[in-house]
């Protein structure tokens, strides 16, 4: 990978300035100083030039992602609520006789601050500005500047990415990239969560049209597990059981969870494959579908060697497919075995507790369930995000996993569970404000707790549970090392995607080879294989994509450094993990993203070109650790840099083992 | 920079580790390097006989009706052929064709439940055998194997699973270090095992010996679970770089005929892998296959999954006869559960936990055998049910495990090798 085969010719009592000129990995390989002299003028030029992609390592461009401003004045209002919070969760401790750690210092307390609200360590510079900022106020000021920077948006995507399994491709004719852009920047807008939910769950029309539907598409021809999904993301609570049987130990019958199905059976995305008899019936009376269908097959016909393009198939598919909501009746399986009704009978729809608001009364079964479930009054909507996010920040949910809510899974600290499920109805479900309030409190800031899980339960909260990184936090971070300008590929925006993936159906017919024609611009322009070259040509290093995690494409394949660190396949919710593994020591050893740092160009790289081995070492430890050395750790860098074979090698070093740290992984 | 008197051993160790303690690389490192190899304290005495174990994993949840346990003449059977096996009596789903030509040392179990029809909740309970649990991680049945058993190869992992890490328990409560290496891509083998170019070996040491260094106040202030399995893991990774045997890993070495035979799916070339890696000395090799979850359009897709299946299986069984490994070597084929013998309305099958089928073979097994039976439709057991701790259990003892000794979380609660139950006597040797 990175073969420079060129002999090391001397041992160069060199500047680290030399670092300047080639970069610590080039400057590893020619040796430096006098050496470097000695390369050929053309070939230093192509080292100079460097392999970082341009696109990243020049100045940042504005962004075009608008995000909410986030309200000074309720500073107090926000201080209030978190002390309010402190309290409960310390009156855990003294009932148990615990004391809370220690609180944390502004170095650790930055780093944790980005890594939670920005989802990357802060560079070099964020840190030493916070350090050196003498304001009163700085930590609420910090938190507030994050909660309305991109970093947050990106961060808070991943964090919806793993729950909501966002893919490009749910089925391969399923294009759901705007419902992805649509997530996005929902969250920058900072929509209220019930009204957020209750758009998905009631949206309709074409993903580019309206890109809510991707979340009824996301398990689209699947009406049980959709609702068994939607009601363990929404309710925390695991129904999905019941789908085959009454759960041996949970409350559920196969009958409830029938019954709630029957809301949204009726929905249907029109073209997409066989459709079952009734659907069919009510789709073909829609133009735009009869059109798809009549394409695809006189493309069938047409066919040379009866050998069709299925990919230019589920092009048409996807203009055929159109969310909407139909009356339809859900039936028990024909195997029904319990008493209170009989195989095949026709199931009216009902609730799993309380009652449809009357408000939605006349709309139809998907409005009810929608009004249902996000409605003020089933609290359990409200108090499933609230211990959700309360999971987020403090690292153990109050409630464990945070889907499965039953009477035999109680919550550690109802009390607090019930009052943060107050403080989310009182903030009108402004999620950001929640977390606002959650990462002020005292608790938040104090050094991270060890957590077994097998040994001592229930957490205390005495501080926030040791978390490693997640994959996507990792990247991210790395990336910040890299990148001057790490946001500079955004993923497909909404408008981009319709002008190339609309065939417009409703203005007379189109031919064939008007839908082939269209079909092949939108592949040059959104082909799964021609945005992955695309991306490695302007942002390849190695071939790695350097953009943040939330814009790579996914699922990524397995073997990719987030999948290694355990991002998730998108198939099961909340599919991420922070376990440890083998090969993500070797990537950490020996991987390409871990030396990108080295390059020339790069943002840490930029940060060590000092002529001072204790600048330098003070540089590398405040850009990944995001503090100063100890005295004894500063002077063993220094000797480091100093003693190797030159002083690029050793700056290298000193780079590669922080990096190969427990303490860069985990956040204290 | 010392060196280290008290690691008498690494002297003879691979040059890596000497080198890494000469240039001074942290105790902590070198003591789970050491510990590692003499075995762990508290692990269990080797048990006597165990050999290997290959388990094949349908994730998604295989078709038992289409498969190994079809319904001639029923409804039910759908649009998937049905056909004669070696086994006079015994018939398979019709892509099965290879491995009905060696039915004979095949033993089929007809009658296998579960209590789970989601996913995550059904991998993890063939993997464990025991439920999840909010409170505790149960081990998979390979981590308790090499915890009963102990490593083969010094260097070399354990335990190996080609697919993805993610959801599977690992360890759970053991070690973590016992926990399966993860190959994401079978064609690419382990990635990351070679030192850049630029950097020499004195370099590495180097820069090992710095990050222990430095890494020493966190260590101890965060000391904990998930900090100790990452400083295993470290310690893990290092001894596996200095191995000679990496080659195992690398299909490249492998004849183009052998490749070709297997198939050339990254289903199949995990197969391929699973046998370079248990010749070469790792105890348990799980191969993911995913993609059964056949809820639509499943008899056009089906088909041609089973035959990669079906070919890949065929081959590994044979090879393994070939090479004087399968009296060693358990082979296990299993899913989560079943699909639904009723065809949904989009030609698919829904979730099935209350009858499926599962394969065993070689070490431990006897062939041409069928334990247990659906009813006619496919629905339920007929006869003969098999729990998935009865399943776990009959693994650990056609391998060799010591599936009667109970073992303490530390939580205080006992836990056996398989969950329990009782070993299925018709389907063992």
Redesign the interface.
């Known amino acids: 990978?990175?073969?420079?085969?060129r002999p090391h010719t001397q041992r160069g009592r060199t500047a680290i300035l030399t670092l300047a000129v080639v970069g610590i990995?080039a400057g590893?390989?020619v040796g430096a100083g006098a050496a470097e002299k000695r390369v050929p003028a053309r070939r230093r030029a192509a080292a100079a030039q460097g392999r970082l992609p341009p696109a990243v390592t020049d100045a940042p461009a504005t962004t075009n992602l608008v995000v909410a401003p986030v309200d000074r004045s309720r500073r107090a209002t926000v201080a209030a609520a978190a002390a309010a919070i402190d309290r409960l969760v310390e009156a855990g401790w003294q009932e148990r006789g615990l004391e809370g750690s220690r609180a944390l210092d502004d170095a650790r307390y930055v780093r944790r601050m980005y890594l939670e609200l920005g989802g990357r360590i802060p560079t070099h510079e964020e840190t030493v500005t916070f350090f050196d900022d003498r304001a009163a106020d700085k930590r609420a000021e910090l938190v507030d500047r994050l909660l309305e920077s991109p970093d947050y948006v990106s961060h808070l995507y991943n964090y919806w990415a793993d729950i909501l399994r966002l893919t490009e491709r749910p089925q391969k004719n399923l294009y759901c990239e705007p419902y992805l852009d649509w997530v996005k920047r929902s969250i920058a807008a900072n929509r209220p969560f019930d009204e957020w939910v209750r758009e998905m769950l009631t949206a309709d029309g074409k993903t580019w049209e309206n890109p809510a539907v991707g979340f009824q598409l996301r398990d689209q021809?699947?009406p049980?597990?959709y609702v068994d999904n939607t009601v363990r993301v929404f309710l925390g609570t695991?129904i999905?059981?019941a789908?085959?049987?009454d759960h041996?130990f949970d409350s559920w019958t196969q009958h409830q969870f029938y019954e709630l199905a029957a809301f949204t059976a009726g929905t249907q995305a029109g073209a997409g494959?066989?459709l079952?008899k009734e659907q069919r019936r009510q789709a073909l009376t829609d133009p735009v579908v009869r059109s798809v269908r009549g394409l695809m097959a006189e493309a069938r016909r047409s066919a040379r060697d009866g050998k069709v393009d299925n990919q230019f198939l589920q092009f048409l598919q996807a203009n055929g497919t159109i969310v909407s909501h139909h009356t339809a009746a859900l039936a028990l399986?024909?195997?029904y075995k319990y008493d209170d009704a009989k195989p095949l009978d026709v199931v009216a729809p009902r609730v799993l507790w309380g009652e449809v608001p009357s408000g939605a009364a006349g709309a139809d079964g998907r409005e009810h369930f929608a009004a249902w479930l996000t409605a003020r009054d089933n609290r359990q909507f409200a108090r499933t995000i609230a211990n959700r996010l309360w999971k987020k920040v403090m690292g153990v949910g109050l409630v464990?996993?945070v889907d499965?809510f039953r009477a035999a899974?109680p919550p550690s600290h109802p009390e607090l569970l019930e009052h943060l499920t107050d403080l989310v109805l009182d903030l009108d479900f402004d999620l950001r404000e929640y977390l606002r309030v959650l990462v002020s409190t005292a608790t938040f800031a104090r050094r991270?707790v060890?957590?077994?899980?097998?040994?001592d339960?229930p957490f205390a909260f005495t501080g926030p549970a040791?978390k490693?990184m997640t994959a996507e936090q990792l990247w991210d971070s790395i990336l910040t090392l890299v990148a001057t300008d790490p946001e500079d590929y955004q993923r497909p925006r909404t408008e981009e995607f319709a002008a190339a993936a609309e065939l417009d159906l409703t203005r007379g017919k189109v031919t064939l080879a008007q839908a082939q024609e269209a079909y092949q611009r939108f592949v040059a322009a959104f082909g799964p294989r021609q945005t992955r070259l695309q991306l490695v040509k302007e942002y390849g290093y190695h071939g790695q994509v350097l953009a943040r995690a939330s814009e790579l494409p996914t699922p990524l394949?397995?073997?990719h450094f987030l999948?290694?660190f355990?991002q998730?396949?998108r198939e099961?919710i909340e599919?991420?993990?922070?376990?440890?593994?083998?090969?993500?020591?070797?990537?950490m050893?020996?991987?390409s993203i871990t030396?990108a740092m080295l390059e020339r160009g790069s943002a840490l790289h930029t940060e060590v070109m000092a002529d001072d081995p204790r600048r330098a070492v003070d540089v590398i430890f405040l850009a990944i650790l995001s503090h100063r050395?100890?005295a004894e750790?500063r002077q063993?860098?220094i000797q480091?840099i100093t003693s190797?074979?030159t002083p690029a090698?050793g700056v290298?070093?000193?780079i590669?083992?922080?990096l190969?740290?427990?303490?860069f992984?985990?956040i204290? | 920079m010392t060196p280290c008197p008290a690691f008498d051993d690494c002297h003879s160790r691979r040059h890596l580790l000497a080198g890494a303690a000469r240039a001074g690389l942290g105790v902590a490192i070198l003591d789970a390097v050491a510990g590692a190899v003499t075995g762990t304290a508290g692990a269990a005495p080797p048990a006597a006989d165990f050999g290997n174990v290959i388990c094949l994993f349908m994730k998604g949840a295989l078709s038992h009706i289409d498969t190994f346990d079809p319904k001639p003449g029923r409804d039910e059977q759908g649009e998937t052929e049905v056909i004669q096996t070696a086994v006079p009596g015994v018939s398979f789903g019709g892509s099965m064709t290879r491995l009905a030509a060696r039915a004979d040392r095949l033993a089929v179990v007809r009658s296998l439940s579960t209590?789970?029809?989601?996913?995550?909740?059904g991998i993890y309970t063939m993997r464990t055998a025991y439920a999840p649990l909010?409170?505790?991680?149960h081990p998979a049945l390979g981590a308790w194997a090499l915890h009963a058993a102990g490593k083969k190869s010094r260097e070399l992992?354990g335990y190996v699973l080609v697919?993805?890490?993610?959801?599977h328990p690992?360890a759970g409560?053991l070690d973590?270090k016992l926990?399966p290496?993860?190959?994401?891509?079978p064609r690419?083998g382990?990635?990351?095992?070679?030192?850049?170019?630029?950097?020499s070996q004195t370099?590495f040491e180097?820069?090992?010996a710095?990050?222990d260094?430095?890494?020493r106040?966190?260590?101890r202030a965060?000391?904990?679970?998930?900090?100790e399995?990452?400083?295993?893991?470290?310690a893990?990774?290092i001894r596996?770089?200095g191995s000679d045997d990496l080659a195992a890993f690398d299909l490249s070495r492998e004849p183009a005929a052998v490749r070709s035979r297997y198939g050339d799916t990254p289903f199949a070339q995990g197969c391929l892998l699973a046998r370079r890696l248990v010749e070469a000395g790792v105890r348990f090799v799980e191969v993911e296959f995913g993609g059964w979850d056949m809820?639509?359009?499943l008899f056009a897709e089906l088909p041609a999954k089973a035959a990669q299946l079906d070919a890949a299986m065929a081959t590994l069984l044979d090879d393994l006869a070939d090479r004087g490994l399968l009296a060693s070597t358990l082979v296990v084929l299993v899913s989560e559960f079943g699909r639904s013998p009723?065809i949904n309305?989009?030609?698919g099958r829904?979730?099935?936990?209350?009858v499926f089928s599962a394969v065993l073979a070689g070490k431990g097994i006897r062939g041409g055998v069928v334990h247990g039976a659906s009813d006619e439709r496919g629905?339920s057991p007929a006869a003969d049910g098999v729990s998935v701790a009865d399943f776990n259990t009959t693994i650990a003892a056609a391998a060799g495990l010591p599936y009667e000794r109970e073992f303490f979380?530390?939580?205080g609660r006992p836990f056996k090798i398989g969950g329990g139950g009782k070993p299925i006597a018709t389907v063992l040797a």
């Open positions: 990978m990175f073969v420079r085969p990995l590893l390989a021809g699947m049980l597990p695991q999905g059981c789908q085959c049987h041996p494959g066989k079952p399986p024909h195997d464990n996993p499965d899974n991270a060890p957590h077994d899980p097998t040994v339960s040791l490693r394949p397995l073997g999948r290694q355990g998730s396949d099961s599919g991420g993990r922070t376990v440890a593994t083998i090969p993500q020591i070797l990537a050893f020996n991987g030396h050395p100890s750790d063993f860098a480091e190797a074979e090698t290298g070093n000193v590669w083992a922080l190969n740290t427990r303490e992984l985990f204290q | 209590e789970t029809g989601a996913h995550e909740q909010g409170s505790i991680q992992p697919g993805n890490g993610n959801e690992g409560f973590p926990s290496v993860p190959v994401a891509d690419l382990l990635e990351n095992t070679r030192r850049p170019a630029y950097l370099n180097r820069r090992l710095l990050a260094r430095i890494d106040d966190f260590r965060y000391a904990g679970p998930q900090v399995a990452y400083n295993q893991m470290v893990e990774a596996l770089l809820h639509r359009e009723r309305e989009n030609a829904d979730h099935h936990p209350a629905h979380a530390p939580n």
